[in-house]
């Protein structure tokens, strides 16, 4: 017998199903050759238990959804002063992929842009760290957080390199005004690789409920962060996760989230649920269009929106 929540997670998706606008993203030969019709969701309470429905135990790449818990790492490791330094807190409004600094202190706005995320892998495990030590951070904090041994798909990888000529320049213009050192395309493979992480709607929800708990994983009760590090890491969601359409977002939805390429959507409620989507398809900002109207439908249901 079913329980009543995965139920009503099987009815929402069954209820979105039919709804095919948007477009897989082509940018990244792999990720427009995906299965367009996957589509699965996933809530992880404080409590550590998970509700999941549809193509809950299907792979993706992480890609953008990894930026939130790279910064909450790159904090870890530097220490929040440091890391301001070099990475604002405020949103840009702009698209993910924008060309584009502070003007004055050429610090790119936030965390949730590839500028800022780029910026913060390079900050990752610690001073001095090299390309394999800042790409095994990442990879090993995640698997942490989702409370299992997570990899990086060789072929996603591979297939970004070859097209990361957008992701070069940004990063060519942040070592041009020294916001990043050392060797430039090997922090934008390592980037990439961090960006090429594969997950499940899962793990998503299980790693930001551990942002929703202040820092403690839900399931194997490790304390993965500080309570600072993750009320800081969900108000950057909140502001930017959704770039230029976070102000949008944070109306409708009222749940700090984070999106990817690959289509999946990861939410969290302080002190209550994390939350996982996974579809294809995206939106003209980027965001995969069913996982945003799952969140719509969550948000209204169950009283999810925070304000
Ligand atoms: O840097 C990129 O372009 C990709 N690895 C990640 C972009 C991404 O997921 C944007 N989010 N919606």
Redesign the pocket.
């Known amino acids: 017998m079913k329980t009543p929540v995965p139920d009503y997670l099987d009815e929402v998706l069954d209820s979105l199903r039919g709804d095919t606008s948007g477009a897989n993203?082509t940018?990244?030969p792999e990720l427009a050759e995906a299965d367009p019709e996957r589509f699965g969701i996933a809530l992880t309470t404080t409590l550590g238990r998970t509700y999941a429905a549809g193509d809950a135990d299907t792979e993706f790449?992480i890609?953008?959804?990894s930026k939130p818990f790279a910064y909450a790492a790159a904090i870890i490791d530097r220490g929040l002063d440091r890391v301001l330094e070099s990475v604002r807190v405020e949103p840009s409004g702009e698209a993910?992929?924008e060309l584009s600094l502070d003007g004055a202190t050429h610090r790119p706005k936030n965390a949730m842009i590839?500028a800022g995320?780029?910026t913060t892998h390079s900050l990752l495990a610690g001073p001095g760290a090299g390309p394999e030590e800042r790409v095994d951070r990442a990879v090993s904090f995640f698997s942490r957080l989702a409370g299992r041994e997570l990899r990086i798909d060789e072929r996603v990888c591979t297939s970004?390199l070859g097209t990361?000529h957008?992701?070069l320049s940004i990063a060519h213009m942040l070592r041009n005004y020294g916001v990043v050192e050392g060797d430039v395309p090997a922090l934008v493979e390592g980037?990439?690789r961090q960006?090429?992480v594969l997950v499940t709607v899962r793990d998503l929800s299980v790693m930001s409920a551990t942002l929703a708990t202040g820092g403690i994983q839900p399931v194997t009760g490790e304390r993965l962060m500080d309570p600072a590090v993750a009320r800081h890491v969900m108000a950057v969601m909140a502001s930017a996760g959704m770039?230029d359409g976070a102000g949008d977002w944070l109306v409708s939805v009222g749940i700090p989230a984070?999106?990817?390429?690959?289509g999946g959507i990861v939410g969290v409620l302080p002190d209550r649920v994390g939350i996982g989507t996974f579809s294809p398809r995206?939106d003209q900002?980027?965001?995969s269009h069913r996982g945003r109207l799952a969140f719509e439908r969550l948000s209204r249901d169950m009283g999810m929106h925070l304000f």
């Open positions: 993203a940018y990244i790449s890609q953008s959804i993910f992929d590839n995320a780029i970004e990361a957008r992701n980037y990439t960006c090429s770039y984070k999106s990817g390429v690959a995206l900002h980027g965001n």
